[in-house]
């Protein structure tokens, strides 16, 4: 391939690493600025001159909006800089495709960009492709740049692409010997408001929030995200029912707040693919401990929000009732992520070890 005719491998080979990195760092930053749910991934890119220096920054403000490689090409017009000879650094692979907007990588080499570098592969099959016809058109492509950085943001809509079923989060909120709720079903509540306050943020966050219909009958919760002064965030997650009895009519899910989805079905794989068909790429699980053991025992928590609250209640529901460990090396076992502190109460964030097939596993015995 005749690089010299388009004059551009010359200006890419002048952008250092570090510079590239530092912009990719920078990129990862504006694309968390996006919001985390919407069908569509959070993608941030930031155009280098020659000699390493910004041009111009853009990220994807969610479904419908400009993609981040066009806003920054755009942001650089306005400017009145000449995005031809620059470096685009961009978090996730420009995609190749019409879906609201036009093909990303096409604007890119209109742009009479030099080089391209992506921290990862674009899975999505309809998508896919950007690297290869930027290469096509004689720019140099580089794939991987903080990687894993770029992975980890975009852990729910990867895995949702990937495997066409939602990135699954169970929440629980117990007492410190693991209760969800006293003898006689009470629950509100167990843990403080600053944990209650930061749920509701992730609730914020997701595409859509299961209960089961236990919990339905016996809380009547709204499954809104609030805000501390008990409005509601701008974006409310779809509201997901599984089970077979009904709704009632007079429910606050029925109320102000997302969408309402009822499920009638125990088959959590029929639950998880309705889910994906409909472009929800993170699940929030909110109990109670019948749809919570249930999907363990299927395999199909991703993640684990423990709010652990120092409260001592003896007796009650567990967060989880059993689901086949008869002894300690066949504990369901995860890896903590991180511990944070809320008030009184502690969050313990953590995950199952992937498997080859994408979906988490318990581990082998000799991994415990
Ligand atoms: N502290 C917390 O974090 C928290 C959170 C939520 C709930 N809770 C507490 O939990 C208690 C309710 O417990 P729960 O276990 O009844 O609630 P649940 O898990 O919300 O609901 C259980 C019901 O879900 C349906 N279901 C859906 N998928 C199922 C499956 N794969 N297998 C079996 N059943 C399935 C069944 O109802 P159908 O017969 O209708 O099919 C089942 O009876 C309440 O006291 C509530 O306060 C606490």
């Not at 199952?352 to 979906?359: D, I, L, Y």
């Amino acid at each position: 391939m005749d690089h010299t005719e388009t004059g551009r491998r010359s200006d890419a080979r002048t952008v250092g690493v570090q510079a590239v990195e530092d912009a990719m760092r920078r990129a990862l930053e504006l694309a968390a600025e996006g919001p985390a749910h919407g069908p569509n991934p959070r993608v941030g890119c930031v155009l280098l001159d020659p000699a390493g220096r910004t041009v111009a920054e853009g990220f994807h403000r969610g479904a419908g909006t400009p993609h981040a490689e066009a806003a920054a090409l755009a942001a650089a017009r306005a400017a009145g800089a000449d995005p031809r000879g620059t470096t685009a650094v961009v978090t996730l692979e420009p995609c190749a495709h019409h879906g609201r907007t036009g093909p990303c990588a096409d604007a890119l080499i209109e742009a009479g960009v030099a080089a391209v570098h992506v921290a990862v592969a674009d899975p999505n099959p309809v998508a896919t492709g950007g690297a290869d016809r930027l290469r096509a058109a004689g720019i140099e492509v580089t794939t991987g740049t903080l990687a894993e950085e770029g992975e980890e943001l975009l852990r729910p809509w990867l895995h949702a692409v990937r495997t066409g079923r939602p990135w699954v989060t169970l929440k629980l909120a117990t007492s410190l010997d693991g209760r969800v709720a006293a003898p006689d079903g009470t629950s509100r509540w167990i843990t403080g408001s600053a944990a209650r306050a930061h749920a509701h943020r992730v609730r914020a966050q997701v595409d859509a929030i299961a209960v089961g219909s236990g919990t339905v009958l016996t809380d009547d919760p709204s499954l809104t995200a609030r805000t501390l002064d008990g409005g509601l965030f701008e974006h409310q997650p779809l509201r997901v029912v599984v089970g077979t009895r009904a709704v009632p009519d007079g429910a606050r899910l029925r109320g102000p707040g997302g969408p309402l989805l009822h499920l009638p079905t125990h088959d959590l794989d029929e639950v998880l693919r309705t889910l994906g068909e409909r472009e929800v790429r993170h699940l929030l699980v909110e109990g109670g401990p019948t749809l919570a053991t249930a999907l363990l025992a299927a395999y199909a928590v991703d993640e684990l929000h423990a709010y652990v609250a120092p409260v001592l209640l003896g007796a009650g529901a567990s967060a989880v009732a059993p689901f086949g460990v008869t002894t300690i090396g066949e504990a369901a076992r995860l890896a903590t992520r991180s511990v944070t502190r809320l008030g009184d109460d502690v969050l313990l964030v953590a995950r199952r070890a992937p498997t080859q097939n994408g979906r988490p596993a318990r581990p082998t015995k000799e991994e415990i």
